[in-house]
């Protein structure tokens, strides 16, 4: 059986109960490693049941706390250190994707891997200020106010 971290809260049923067989079954877990999650059971009795908004719950609050959110807008998640860090001397890439997002690219400040966060180009003026830019890919996009059309024809003729 392979180690998860996640699973997915959508293969369970809100309104049903579950027993714990069930449960190590459904996410492909030894009926133990269930046990050791300590959900609240329906009742005493055996087999032990789960009611399914119980479960749902738990894996929810279980995975929310794994959640670990930038508080800086200097700061990106680097996955090596596992940890926010700050960017290298503040130097960034911005990548424009589309006319609504980009993404800046800097270099973590500790072990010097890529990092890459998701933007606004609403903000892109405010991350001009923060950071030191280094390029802007993409500006092509969002420059164009009109759309033009490929069209031959002329009018009248």
Known sequence: MKKKRTY?????????????????????????????????????????????????????????????????VTEIYCFPCRKQQSIWENAVDLIILNPKQLNITGLCNECGTSMFKMGSIQKLEEYQKIFHVQ???????????????????????
């Open 135 to 157: 390029t802007v890919q993409g500006e092509h996009l969002i420059q164009r106010s009109d759309n033009p059309v490929m069209c031959d024809l002329k009018e009248g003729g």
């Open 8 to 72: 997915n809260v959508r293969l369970v049923k809100r309104h049903r109960s579950y027993t714990l067989y069930a449960i190590a079954a459904l996410y492909d877990l030894h009926i133990n490693a269930v046990r050791r999650w300590g959900l609240p059971c329906i009742d005493g009795e055996k087999p032990q049941r789960v009611h399914g908004s119980d479960l749902i719950a738990f894996l929810d609050a279980r995975q929310r706390a794994r959640k670990n959110p930038c508080k800086k």
